[in-house]
């Protein structure tokens, strides 16, 4: 049974700093895709990150390219996501979520998600 636990979110203020983690279990993820994503209030889920386990080749959104750091550690089953220079707009629920087809759906039979963790970031 896959299980993904992500933890490090909170209340922090406009320009600081969060770590997230996400560890993952229940198989091996080396060849899996892991990534991020983000609600806030009455908005839809979107994409943050993601980064391929094999391989460490990562992909940002825009909004969050050059303050945000997805990175891996394939040993343990965890991803990471270092967010720097945060902004109120980044103020959302964090999901962790994983795949093991490179080129499948998020959504789809072989897509994982996690519970989430808040972050809060106050102007």
């Known amino acids: 049974q896959v299980q993904l636990v992500e933890s490090g979110g909170g209340l922090v203020q406009a320009g600081g700093s969060l770590r997230l983690s996400c560890a993952a279990s229940?198989?091996?993820?080396?060849?899996?895709?892991m990534g991020w994503y983000r609600q806030a209030p009455g908005k839809e889920r979107q994409f943050v990150a993601h980064?391929?386990?094999?391989?460490?080749?990562?992909y940002y959104a825009d909004s969050v390219k050059g303050r945000f750091t997805i990175s891996r550690d394939n040993a343990k089953n965890t991803v990471y996501l270092q967010m720097n220079s945060l902004k109120p707009e980044d103020t959302a629920v964090y999901y962790c979520?994983?795949?093991?087809?490179?080129?499948?759906?998020?959504?789809?039979?072989?897509?994982?998600w996690g519970q989430g963790t808040q972050v809060t970031v106050s102007s």
């Open positions: 229940g198989r091996t993820f080396n060849n899996y895709v």
């Open positions: 979520a994983a795949k093991s087809d490179r080129g499948s759906s998020w959504y789809g039979l072989n897509a994982y």
């Open positions: 980064i391929r386990m094999d391989d460490g080749i990562t």
